[in-house]
């Protein structure tokens, strides 16, 4: 079974600039999540998708960072305008619907941005 | 409000002997409890979960885990510690009242590193 899939691995841009992040989940799993993880912490859910619409957006910056996922399988993350506080690793992860509330998630390897 | 502790930033420990990384977590329900491992330069695997049953829960690699509902703790051990699992431990916490979101709560993760 194929993992899940994120592109690019690493990212160096410059603050003001826009950057997307583009992850495929692994085959028939309907919730996707994308993650933040600045160095040093844990892993904070930005934005979790259930199909295609969001069932939690609540630490999502909206003023700055977007996310969608058109068509419930694979999803992109932007951030536009980026600041140096967005450097971080950001992690897409995927489970199944059964089990919904108990499953483990399956992270891919996660997109490093550096914003210089 | 959900949150994990993980107290230790680094644990060291000698090949062959046990290994012990320390959790502890706040959910005002009973909890759903998961550890994972990062390796450097790639994404997070799953370990072990606790749901319900035995509070002895064993997982991938050998790694166990005890949940401690008296003590709000779920510690992570290994009997006999190996070199490659030098990693980073990641405690994380769901609270399942939280609704239809499976967010995550993450720990600031623990450093082992095991000496030959």
């Known amino acids: 079974e194929a993992g899940v899939a994120q592109s690019p691995r690493y990212k160096i841009i410059e603050k003001r600039q826009s950057v997307a992040f583009w992850c495929n989940p692994i085959s028939g799993h309907a919730t996707l999540y994308w993650y933040q993880q600045i160095l040093g912490q844990g892993p904070k859910l930005l934005i979790q998708?259930?199909?295609?619409?969001?069932?939690?957006d609540s630490q999502l910056p909206k003023d700055r960072f977007s996310a969608e996922r058109l068509k419930g399988v694979d999803s992109t993350l932007k951030i536009q305008p980026a600041k140096l506080e967005d450097s971080a690793v950001y992690l897409c992860?995927?489970?199944?619907?059964?089990?919904?509330?108990?499953?483990?998630?399956?992270f891919g390897p996660g997109t490093r941005l550096t914003v210089l | 409000a959900q949150s994990v502790a993980q107290p230790e930033d680094q644990v060291n420990v000698a090949e062959g002997n046990p290994l012990t990384v320390k959790c502890t977590y706040s959910v005002s329900g009973n909890p759903y409890l998961f550890w994972y491992v990062q390796y450097p330069n790639r994404g997070l695997q799953f370990l072990l979960k606790?749901?319900?049953?035995?509070?002895l829960v064993k997982g991938s690699y050998g790694f166990e885990a005890e949940f401690n509902k008296s003590q709000t703790s779920f510690h992570l051990k290994k009997p006999s510690a190996l070199v490659s699992d030098s990693a980073l431990y990641f405690c994380a916490v769901r609270d399942p009242s939280g609704g239809a979101t499976n967010k995550l709560i993450f720990g600031t993760g623990t450093l082992l590193a095991v000496q030959p």
């Open positions: 606790y749901i319900t049953g035995d509070n």
């Open positions: 992860a995927s489970s199944s619907l059964a089990g919904y509330s108990y499953n483990e998630q399956f």
């Open positions: 998708f259930q199909n295609n619409g969001v069932v939690d």
